[in-house]
């Protein structure tokens, strides 16, 4: 009997432990998922564009040297900062619970989004070979 | 009407009837002579086949599916169909992970999970024929400076611009060649790791295709242990030579003089050489010019560069002249080869043509997406002013694909 409170006061915390764990790895890397995956998604799209507007723009002042080209390229260089923006997004919803191979995922997702259009246009389009 | 009236009536047709003739004889002759000069050269001049003694083992490799592909169950046959006028019949290539490369193909290779790739599959026809020497979308195998363009560098595997090309599609992830541990290690980007891969390949059609390999050693004399891929890829290049070669067509009848063209081939024909200005790239023997400009096709799929953009001749070249350029077209056979454009994004012959000159009318701008439509306003920025030709009717499109059909002939 000298043991019940103990063992309530036990049980209390193994739940609020559980609770705490459930909300710290299923919980809020859920909530993370959802609210920052499309932004998340975007920014992918944005750094992969703005790095290849800064190739583009580095092969561009190899190829056709001049002023206006060099100012492409210091723009394009300025351009990568959106890349930062990318780092930071991913960086908080690691410390947030999202796992890295979700953040794959997702980055692939975007890349790949526009691959079931093909299967789409395949299904609705009547082909005559 | 009185026998006189109708004597004179029907003197009046006759000479009317011949003077359509005359005229359409005539202006079949300009037309003519217009094909010739854009260098019009019948089918079987074109034909070439250094290694035709390889051809019927080259079929062999060509269908390999567990040979051909290191982890996969794909050939060049499961992509390269005849019912689909030897390419696939869909948009975008469905490669590795589709199932069986023997049965599961096409459409039903799409719908069955297979990874797709970037681009719409070529079709064969008059691939490695005399003057054939630019190869796939973005001409990443150009042979036809002396300045060969090859992703092996100096080190290409084959002067023969076929053969070379050949040894691309096996060792692209995705395409014939699925990730695992083997390929991961040697992903490298360098001729030397390459070597070990296609070193496996060929082992592995070795084992795969034993009699056919022992056959290939002993026609090349060999010793089988020392068969390597560019020996399979001479045969493979061989068969594609010969099962896909150019064969006589109405176009050719008609130069020859022994058909005429129909009245809308005709139209259809003073149009491509004439106000639609097709021919100034559209040009010598196989129709194509074989360089590079900006058609602003839709594009579908996930695109070479991800995200639905697609750079072509540019992935090849890192030379920002080349961005969004993609090789002109051949087009024998062209009817037999839907759907159109690097990424197979337009059904039919008559949207390819409309492609050209009014690009927006194949688009619902309104649905696209804001990355989409960012990128078609890039892309249309960059469309060849070369490409673009003056505006025709829908009527006057249709007589062009008329014309393009008397590019065809049957296998």
């Known amino acids: 009997m000298k043991f019940d409170k103990y063992l309530i006061a036990l049980n209390i915390l193994a739940s609020i432990a559980c609770i705490l764990l459930a909300l710290k790895y299923i919980a809020v890397p859920y909530a993370v998922s959802s609210i920052y995956k499309e932004r998340y998604k975007e920014l992918v799209f944005a750094c992969d564009n703005v ?9 561009k002042v190899v190829n056709e040297k001049s002023e206006q080209s060099i100012k492409q390229l210091k723009a394009a260089e300025l351009g990568l900062l959106t890349c930062d923006d990318y780092d930071r997004l991913r960086k908080k919803m690691i410390d947030l619970g999202v796992s890295e191979g979700r953040l794959s995922m997702y980055g692939l997702e975007a890349i790949e989004e526009k691959s079931e259009d093909v299967r789409t246009f395949v299904r609705t389009h009547e082909f005559k070979y | 009407m009185n026998l006189n009236t109708k004597t004179l009536l029907l003197s009046f047709f006759i000479i009317h009837c011949s003077n359509l003739a005359v005229a359409a004889t005539a202006e079949e002759k300009i037309v003519k002579e217009q094909i010739k000069a854009a260098g019009f050269v019948p089918a079987a001049d074109l034909y070439r086949n250094p290694d035709e003694s390889l051809s019927d083992l080259g079929k062999v490799f060509f269908e390999s599916n567990k040979g051909l592909s290191l982890n996969g169950n794909i050939s060049c046959r499961t992509c ?28 039903e290779r799409l719908m069955n999970g297979a990874k797709q790739l970037p681009r719409n599959t070529l079709a064969f026809w008059g691939r490695g024929a005399k003057g054939f020497d630019v190869f796939f979308w973005d001409g990443r195998v150009d042979f036809s400076s002396p300045k060969k363009l090859t992703q092996f560098g100096s080190k290409t595997p084959s002067n023969d611009a076929l053969v070379t090309a050949v040894h691309l599609p096996v060792v692209e992830v995705r395409e014939m060649l699925d990730e695992d541990d083997f390929v991961r290690k040697h992903k490298v980007e360098s001729v030397e790791k390459s070597k070990a891969v296609y070193q496996a390949i060929a082992n592995n059609l070795k084992s795969v295709e034993s009699k056919a390999s022992q056959d290939l050693a002993n026609r090349l004399n060999k010793k089988p242990q020392n068969l390597e891929y560019v020996d399979y890829a001479r045969a493979i290049a061989s068969f594609i030579r010969s099962e896909f070669r150019l064969k006589e067509t109405k176009l050719e009848r008609v130069m020859r003089g022994s058909e005429g063209f129909s009245e809308t081939e005709l ?9 639609g200005a097709c021919v100034t790239c559209h040009s010598g023997p196989h129709f194509s010019d074989f360089s590079f400009y900006t058609v602003p096709f839709p594009q579908l799929g996930f695109g070479k560069n991800g995200f639905g953009v697609d750079y072509g001749r540019y992935n090849a070249t890192f030379n920002t002249k080349d961005l969004y350029k993609f090789r002109t077209a051949p087009l024998y056979n062209v009817e037999k080869t839907a759907p159109y454009g690097h990424s197979g994004s337009v059904n039919t ?3 390819a043509i409309v492609a050209h000159y009014d690009p927006l009318s194949l688009v619902s701008v309104d649905k696209l997406n804001k990355f989409d439509r960012y990128e078609l306003a890039k892309r249309l920025g960059y469309a060849d002013s070369t490409s673009r030709v003056g505006y025709l009717t829908p009527e006057e499109v249709s007589q062009v694909v008329r014309f393009l059909k008397t590019l065809s002939f049957n296998q």
């Open chain 2, 80 to 107: 390269h169909q005849d019912k689909f006028g030897s390419a696939d019949g869909i948009p975008n290539a469905a490669a590795i992970g589709g199932g069986d490369g023997a049965t599961k193909v096409g459409p």
């Open chain 1, 51 to 59: 790095m290849r507007d800064h190739l583009i723009a580095k092969n």
């Open chain 2, 349 to 351: 012959l008559n949207e």
């Open chain 2, 267 to 275: 139209k259809g024909a003073r149009i491509f050489y004439g106000k």
